[in-house]
């Protein structure tokens, strides 16, 4: 006879599931409404994908956007990677690298194809539509197990030369995951290596939330003797509301900006050669 698994719930209940159940089939079960409000799960006090199985008894709890902390964290992350394949979908031959979740948002860092010049803000519309257009289509993101090997014959064959060399210096005993977006084998498929957890599908994140912010340059792995990337920065919130709040924050800071407020009431200067100094005007 088949061992059930006993899940505990922050209400004290406890659920008895097959092996193999996931958090979003308690969900589910629960009820429609929470089943379409949870974003991942808390098991044994690891975030984790929704979709992935129990491995034994455990204390569950599911995130949904009241969890705002753990929500934001996972809906930047998530807006990283649209990014980071919207801009492979855009320009084909892109070499992807890695682009985490920040304070208010994300960034990826990418490095373009050798027929372009390396992206810059006039870009930013064209990514930002190509973006919404992957978080409408609503693709399933899937978590699979691969090997070391797996990922350095993948990264090599596709010329991604930053990820092959990240794969290859990888613990052969560790447990490594990739993550789909769209169903592995299905048109418009599109991979990256990550540890997760992510979202159920991109349509979880609101196409009005995000705003593409500036770019940078950046080396890889932080090293000016290394190659240069581009770094492109955005702004990801759970809704359109928090993102026009941010936005709004930005522009009030904006204006109290002390050196732009010196400039415009002629109150002081600064000069580059003396860095550091600040030369006060008469009505200063």
Not at 166 to 193: I, K, N, R
Request: charged share 30%; aromatic share 8%.
């Amino acid at each position: 006879m088949t061992q059930l698994l006993k899940i505990s719930l922050p209400d004290g209940s406890v659920r008895e599931v097959e092996p193999g159940a996931t958090p979003a089939d308690i969900a589910a079960a629960i009820g429609p409404g929470l089943a379409k409000a949870a974003l991942a799960a808390k098991v044994d006090g690891e975030v984790r994908d929704l979709e992935r199985p129990f491995e034994g008894d455990a204390e569950l709890a599911l995130i949904t956007t009241r969890d705002e902390e753990e929500a934001l964290e996972l809906v930047r992350h998530d807006y990283a990677h649209v990014l980071a394949e919207a801009v492979q979908a855009l320009w084909p031959g892109t070499q992807i690298t890695f682009g985490p979740a920040t304070d208010d948002g994300f960034y990826y860092d990418v490095k373009a194809p050798e027929t372009r010049e390396p992206f810059g803000m006039d870009d930013l519309p064209a990514i930002e539509e190509k973006m919404r257009e992957i978080i409408k289509a609503d693709k399933p993101l899937r978590r699979e197990v691969w090997t070391r090997e797996q990922l350095i014959e993948k990264w090599q064959s596709e010329g991604e030369v930053f990820k092959a060399e990240w794969a290859q210096e990888l613990p052969e005993d560790e447990e490594l995951t990739v993550y789909w977006s769209g169903e592995p084998g299905s048109d418009g498929a599109w991979l990256d290596m990550c540890r997760g957890p992510h979202l159920p599908s991109t349509g979880k994140l609101d196409p009005q939330a995000f705003k593409l912010m500036r770019v940078a340059g950046a080396y890889w792995r932080g090293d000016q003797r290394n190659p240069q990337l581009t770094r492109i920065y955005g702004t990801g919130w759970l809704n359109k509301k928090q993102l026009s709040a941010h936005l709004h924050r930005l522009e009030e800071a904006a204006k109290r900006d002390h050196r732009k407020l010196g400039r415009e009431m002629d109150l002081f200067h600064l000069q580059e050669e003396a860095h550091g100094s600040v030369f006060w005007h008469p009505q200063g």
